[in-house]
């Protein structure tokens, strides 16, 4: 494409079809523990 | 949904539901306020004052093709395609509320300097034994689960902490189960034993100091008011070179009393840390350094310095890890843990020394939010079910926001000191949210 690049594909469409294990870290045990966010947290089965 | 937002002349667009994320040029920025409103033809009439016709014409073709392929305006397939809170919760953390006393008297703290508004006990081995088997029986089949030794100070009573780990580790093979542990301390008690013993058995450490001396100081002094800065800086170096600069943080707060935050976090990094995580405190209304929507402007620029700076440090090799910062955009967590949120309340619990079971660490002192006690054998499963049930559906100002799926709905215990509903989320966290994430995909641009 010549006017838009891709920087990232649709992962949060393609991890509909195996998600939900749960094995992940909880977010708030990391370092925040006031200020949430989730999406920096790594899948388990990645 | 899609979110367009420009930083330092990049143009970023966000495919909320798809996850994409894709960098425009000017012409395909531009066309998208139009898009979906306006014809090809009425979009090339409207623009042609500005760019060449035939290029417009170009872009909208590529918009198209995106919006085909469903990486633009994809549509919300989750909330039906997920019968996430129909599913049994299970307990897969436990914050351990190991000393409810502190070394410290931190002027935001909000553990009430360390007690939570009770009285300053220590909890016994036996507490910590019994919150393992509460965990070990709520976990169900799920094999990974997470410690975090918290206070008040841990290292005030750091017996009872190698006590548990040791007898978590004792039944871990029994029940398959993989104990992960945190410690979360303000290094002031830190020796070279506690040191080898936490290298060798716990994973993560979050080591609390604010930044600069000034800063640090300010708000984090002793029960005679003295500073705690220089005790603790050469400790907190000296145990994030033995971890090799990993699996570790240091975690600072700042206030309005230093919205120039940015020179913190980099105090921080001078001084040689690699994983770094500095947050906006959350007081009460009206205590002075409470930070209140006049002060977003600057600290929305702070947050474009620093991420600007943390570019230019990367890129000469001289980088540091940013917990608010960092996203993964290729492994990031699934939907169902995206919308899940933290967990607290039905995931993730807090154990008081008295063995009381509260939704998180936040959540200690309010009576009415106690679920049960691990020595009693009871657990609220109402409760829980209130919090596993709080998602980003649930919450009406996050259907419309463009973050919902990076922050989750945001922290129950914010929105409930601010709003006195778990889901209704807190302004100001929510436009700091937005803000750091904008700042953490802009850096994806660039390194």
């Not at chain 2, 918009?63 to 549509?75: G, M, V, W």
């Not at chain 2, 939907?335 to 154990?351: D, F, M, N, T």
């Not at chain 2, 020394?353 to 679920?371: N, T």
């Not at chain 2, 919090?387 to 419309?400: D, G, H, Q, R, W």
Request: some cysteine; aromatic content about 10%; glycine content about 6%.
């Amino acid at each position: 494409m010549k006017h838009i690049k891709t920087l990232s594909g649709p992962t949060l469409k393609d991890s509909v079809k195996n998600c939900g294990c749960g094995e992940c870290q909880t977010s708030c045990q990391s370092a925040c523990k006031t200020s949430c966010t989730v999406a920096n947290q790594s899948c388990q089965k990645k | 949904m899609i979110h367009k937002f420009k930083m330092f002349g990049t143009n970023i667009v966000v495919d909320v539901n798809s996850g994409s994320v894709h960098v425009f040029d000017e012409i395909s920025f531009d066309i998208l306020d139009f898009y979906e409103k306006l014809s090809k033809e009425q979009i090339v009439d409207k623009l042609s004052d500005k760019y060449d016709r035939e290029e417009i014409s170009e872009a909208v073709d590529e918009i198209n093709d995106l919006a085909k392929k469903e990486l633009l305006y994809c549509p919300d397939i989750y909330k039906d395609y997920m019968p996430l809170w129909d599913k049994k919760s299970v307990v897969k953390a436990l914050c351990i509320h190991i000393s409810h006393d502190c070394n410290l008297r931190c002027k935001y703290c909000f553990a009430s300097t360390g007690d939570f508004g009770g009285s300053r006990t220590m909890m016994s081995p036996e507490i910590g034994k019994k919150a393992i088997d509460f965990l070990i029986k709520e976990s169900g089949s799920r094999r990974n689960l997470e410690l975090d030794f918290f206070g008040g100070e841990p290292l005030m009573n750091f017996d009872a902490v190698k006590i548990i780990i040791d007898y978590a580790l004792s039944i871990s093979e029994k029940y398959n189960k993989n104990f992960k542990f945190t410690i979360t301390t303000n290094a002031l008690l830190l020796k070279e034993e506690y040191k080898e013993y936490i290298n060798k058995h716990i994973q993560n450490i979050v080591l609390s100091i604010d930044g600069r001396e000034e800063t640090n100081d300010r708000m984090r002094y002793r029960v005679d008011g003295t500073g705690s800065y220089k005790d603790i800086i050469g400790k907190i170096k000296d145990i994030a070179d033995s971890r090799n600069q990993d699996n570790y943080y240091v975690r600072g707060t700042f206030t309005r009393e230093n919205l120039d935050f940015s020179k913190d976090v980099l105090h921080l990094a001078d001084e040689g840390f690699k994983q770094i995580s500095v947050e906006p405190v959350v007081a009460a209304k009206d205590t002075g350094y409470d930070i209140r929507e006049e002060d977003l402007p600057q600290l929305f620029k702070e947050y474009e310095e620093l991420a600007h700076e943390y570019v230019k440090r990367d890129k000469e090799g001289n980088g540091f890890n940013f917990f608010h910062f960092m996203i993964d955009l290729d492994q990031g967590p699934c939907i169902a843990k995206r919308l899940s949120g933290c967990g607290s309340g039905h995931e993730y619990l807090s154990v008081t020394p008295d063995g009381d079971i509260y939704p998180c660490h936040q959540f200690v002192g309010m009576e009415e939010f106690k679920m049960g006690n691990v020595c009693e054998d009871s657990f609220e499963r109402n409760k829980q079910n209130t919090f596993m049930k709080s998602n980003v559906y649930s919450k009406e100002e996050c259907s419309a926001c463009w973050a919902k799926f990076y922050c989750s709905g945001g922290c129950a215990a914010n929105a409930y000191q601010f709003n006195n509903d778990i889901n209704l989320p807190y302004k100001i966290g929510c436009e700091l949210e937005k803000k750091r994430l904008e700042c953490a995909l802009w850096i994806k641009t660039q390194i």
